[in-house]
């Protein structure tokens, strides 16, 4: 299996910070990675596909990137709904897809 | 726009099964590969199995095989997800999701979600 190791798994930031969230893979999964974002009680929402490709309707703020094993989410200005958790997941391979384990961002 | 609407929530006993529903409309089911997801009360997330269109079959995590089976109604556009021998280690939410473009294993839609829990 491949595991997703996400750091940290809570952050506290402010709005107006920038944040970045960092996934590792535990061997090569190319750029098949994607990012979502979960709020208590909904579904996960993707974010970004493919490490960088954002999702429509996804605000500009959100950026991905990374290659081959390590991969960062990057939210460039931090607003007030986009305290969340979220996760890494990735799709090179169905033996099995795994997710990281989540990256709590709370209010500091 | 796909959208996928979840059976509601169930209340089973250790040992039981659960056959969870997922209603697709605005597609048709074959044009959508299913996957099931699901969440344990406080934990992440957790991919359970869904079909792989470049297998062309469903595939199943290792640690669900022989518990678990998804199947698919195309006349009724709505896949299932039955899960047995039941263990309270099973509560959680159990999602369906799936991709409405080429990014097969990305999932951009969502079923609400259904509750399953496993009490005596």
């Known amino acids: 299996d491949i595991q997703m190791t996400q750091s940290p798994s809570t952050l506290s930031a402010s709005v107006g910070d920038r944040v970045t969230i960092t996934c590792r893979a535990s061997q090569s999964i190319s750029n098949w990675l994607a990012w979502y974002q979960q709020k208590p009680g909904k579904a996960p929402n993707l974010l970004i596909y493919?490490?960088?490709f954002l999702e429509s309707g996804v605000p500009s703020r959100f950026s991905g990137s990374g290659s081959g094993t390590e991969f960062t989410l990057t939210i460039s200005s931090l607003q007030p709904d986009d305290f969340a958790t979220y996760y890494c997941?990735?799709?090179?391979?169905?033996?099995?897809?795994?997710f990281g384990g989540g990256t709590k961002v709370e209010i500091k | 726009q796909v959208q996928l609407v979840q059976s509601g929530a169930e209340v089973k006993k250790p040992g039981a099964s659960v056959k969870v529903s997922c209603e697709v409309s605005?597609?048709?089911?074959?044009?959508?590969?299913m996957h099931w997801v699901r969440q344990a009360p406080g934990k992440g997330l957790e991919w359970m199995g869904g079909?792989?269109?470049?297998?062309?079959?469903?595939m199943y995590a290792q640690r669900f095989q022989g518990r678990v089976t998804m199947t698919a109604d195309t006349s009724s556009e709505t896949a299932y997800m039955e899960l047995s021998s039941l263990r309270s280690e099973d509560t959680a939410v159990y999602y369906c999701a799936t991709t409405s473009g080429s990014q097969f294993g990305a999932f951009d839609i969502w079923g609400q979600g259904t509750m399953v829990t496993v009490s005596s």
């Open positions: 997941q990735q799709y090179n391979s169905y033996s099995p897809l795994t």
């Open positions: 605005g597609y048709t089911l074959t044009q959508v590969p």
């Open positions: 493919k490490t960088s």
């Open positions: 079909f792989d269109p470049e297998e062309g079959e469903t």
